[in-house]
């Protein structure tokens, strides 16, 4: 999983409250076996102006010009500014991969469906919580401000805008351990292999006939 622990970038602010992961990655996008290749698809049926199904060349699509998402001033954008309850509806792990996999590094919200952030920790994004008053004020600028950008710090549980304003947010201590040095369930795992590996090798020591039955 990548590490979060500082970053920079272009805000891109999508004004609409209760996205459920169904707008967020629709469902007959959910087909493949694979965690990749999703981003294409994010925000699928407001991006484009016709349906989309899996395996279609995006390029052979038709672009809905007033989405935000495809708008010249917010291309490169990997920061997104959101309203209240963003993800929320059903509980696919694929909608943070989807935003994720577009070059979303971290989502600022007033509020986040529980399940949806739970499974951003899980993936490397960073959902971030403020309060509605600096959404707004955030949103007034991201709009008034073509190249708007943002700094979220995730160490200092910052973020900073470009006049030097600051405002904090929390995260779990466990949560941002894990996203600070980029570990997932597995690679939490894996910093036990050793222990692991001489449990293992004991075991078999003392109950040889164990490793006799896995091997049959």
Same mark, same amino acid.
């Given at each position: 999983?990548q590490?979060?622990?500082?970053?920079?970038?272009?805000?891109?602010?999508?004004?609409?409250a209760?996205?459920?992961?169904?707008?967020?990655?629709?469902?007959?996008?959910?087909?493949?076996?694979?965690?990749?290749?999703? =981003?294409?698809?994010?925000?699928?049926?407001w991006?484009?102006?016709?349906?989309?199904?899996?395996?279609?060349?995006?390029?052979?699509?038709?672009?809905?010009?007033?989405?935000?998402?495809?708008?010249?001033?917010?291309?490169?954008?990997?920061?997104?500014?959101a309203?209240?309850?963003?993800?929320?509806?059903?509980?696919? +792990?694929?909608?943070?991969?989807?935003?994720?996999?577009?070059?979303?590094?971290?989502v600022?919200?007033?509020?986040?469906?529980?399940?949806?952030?739970?499974?951003?920790?899980?993936? =490397?994004?960073?959902?971030?919580?403020?309060?509605?008053?600096?959404?707004?004020?955030?949103?007034?600028?991201?709009?008034?401000?073509? =190249?708007?950008?943002?700094?979220?710090?995730?160490?200092?549980?910052?973020?900073?805008?470009?006049?030097?304003?600051?405002?904090?947010?929390?995260? +779990?201590?466990?949560? *941002?351990?894990?996203?600070?040095?980029?570990?997932?369930?597995?690679?939490?795992?894996?910093?036990?292999?050793?222990?692991?590996?001489?449990?293992?090798?004991?075991?078999?020591?003392?109950?040889?006939?164990?490793? *006799?039955?896995?091997?049959?």
């Amino acid at each position: 999983m990548q590490a979060f622990t500082q970053h920079q970038g272009l805000v891109v602010p999508l004004d609409r409250a209760n996205v459920d992961t169904d707008a967020i990655i629709p469902k007959q996008f959910l087909k493949s076996i694979l965690r990749t290749g999703f =981003g294409p698809n994010l925000f699928d049926e407001w991006r484009y102006l016709d349906r989309g199904e899996p395996g279609q060349d995006p390029a052979s699509r038709r672009l809905n010009p007033d989405f935000v998402l495809n708008q010249r001033r917010y291309a490169g954008a990997s920061i997104l500014l959101a309203r209240a309850n963003f993800g929320c509806g059903s509980s696919r +792990e694929h909608a943070p991969w989807a935003i994720q996999q577009f070059g979303i590094r971290a989502v600022i919200a007033p509020s986040f469906a529980d399940i949806f952030f739970n499974n951003c920790f899980k993936n =490397g994004l960073l959902p971030v919580v403020l309060p509605s008053p600096v959404i707004d004020g955030l949103f007034a600028a991201v709009l008034s401000t073509p =190249g708007y950008e943002l700094t979220v710090d995730l160490e200092r549980q910052l973020v900073a805008t470009p006049d030097g304003n600051q405002h904090a947010f929390d995260v +779990e201590p466990f949560r *941002k351990h894990c996203l600070l040095h980029g570990l997932d369930e597995i690679g939490l795992t894996l910093e036990h292999a050793a222990e692991i590996e001489a449990f293992q090798t004991r075991r078999h020591s003392e109950k040889p006939w164990l490793k *006799k039955e896995l091997t049959q």
